[in-house]
C-alpha cells in the first residue's frame, strides 16, 4: 500500500469521531443512535482510501528544470518601469 495509510486511518478515525461529537452537541442525531459509532468507521475508511489514492512521497519523474529568461523572450517594445517620484 502506498502513501501513509496510519496517518489516513488515524486522521480519518478522529473526523468522523468529532463529527459524530458536533452532531450530538448540535442536537443533530441523539445519543444513542447507532450512526455515532458508524461516523468514525467510515472515517477510517475514508481516511484509508484517501492515503492509497494521494500522491504523497517522491514522485518517479524529475520536475523539470528552471530556466531564467533570457534577453531574445524579452519583448523589445514594452517599456520598464521607471522610478515614480
Do not use: Y
Amino acid at each position: 500500500m502506498k502513501g501513509r495509510p496510519i496517518l489516513g486511518a488515524i486522521s480519518g478515525f478522529l473526523f468522523g469521531f468529532l463529527l459524530g461529537v458536533s452532531l450530538f452537541l448540535w442536537g443533530v442525531i441523539p445519543l444513542h443512535s447507532d450512526f455515532l459509532w458508524i461516523l468514525p468507521l467510515l472515517g477510517i475508511v475514508l481516511g484509508l482510501a484517501m492515503a492509497w489514492w494521494a500522491p504523497f512521497g517522491r514522485s518517479s519523474e524529475q520536475p523539470a528544470p528552471v530556466t531564467s529568461p533570457t534577453v531574445e523572450s524579452m519583448d523589445p517594445e514594452t517599456p520598464e518601469p521607471g522610478p515614480t517620484d
